[in-house]
């Protein structure tokens, strides 16, 4: 837990294939209205539209019982929309284990909020026709 000038607040990071997110969850008073979610300063409904995105965002709040407790902030890059959103997840996730290890952690753990998903794009190698894996067109005659 973090604090200056009585605004405390927990941070955590969560990451998912080429996306990071830095999550923030605001305890004591804020700008921010409690239960609100900023993402890159814009509201979370207008960065991630729709409600399939809706209940995912909100899937982990709602695990651990702790809907509109929180105000939160997060700063988030790389990646596309979806990997981006799984990493504000993994970002929340971990948050909310800063709150209360003993009684959060294994729920979030079993429907697997807590875990990083590694996959990312392989890198081009050097001598190959553009793409990790593709290979140069040999001549036919």
């Given at each position: 837990m973090t604090s200056s000038d009585s605004l405390s607040y927990y941070e955590a990071v969560g990451r998912r294939r080429e996306a990071t997110a830095r999550v923030r969850l605001y305890v004591g008073e804020t700008e921010?209205?409690?239960?609100?979610?900023?993402?890159?300063?814009?509201?979370?409904?207008?960065y991630?539209?729709?409600e399939v995105y809706k209940k995912m965002y909100l899937e982990p709040f709602r695990t651990t019982n702790t809907m509109n407790r929180f105000a939160v902030s997060i700063k988030v890059s790389g990646g596309g929309l979806s990997g981006q959103?799984?990493?504000?997840?993994?970002?929340?996730?971990?948050a909310l284990e800063k709150v209360d290890k003993e009684k959060f952690r294994p729920i979030l753990k079993k429907r697997g909020f807590m875990t990083r998903d590694p996959r990312a794009k392989?890198?081009?190698?050097?001598?190959?026709?553009?793409?990790?894996?593709?290979?140069?067109?040999?001549?036919?005659?």
């Open positions: 921010i209205a409690k239960g609100a979610i900023l993402v890159n300063g814009r509201p979370v409904e207008r991630f539209p729709g959103l799984g990493a504000v997840i993994h970002g929340i996730s971990w392989e890198r081009r190698k050097a001598g190959r026709a553009g793409k990790a894996r593709a290979r140069k067109q040999s001549p036919k005659r």
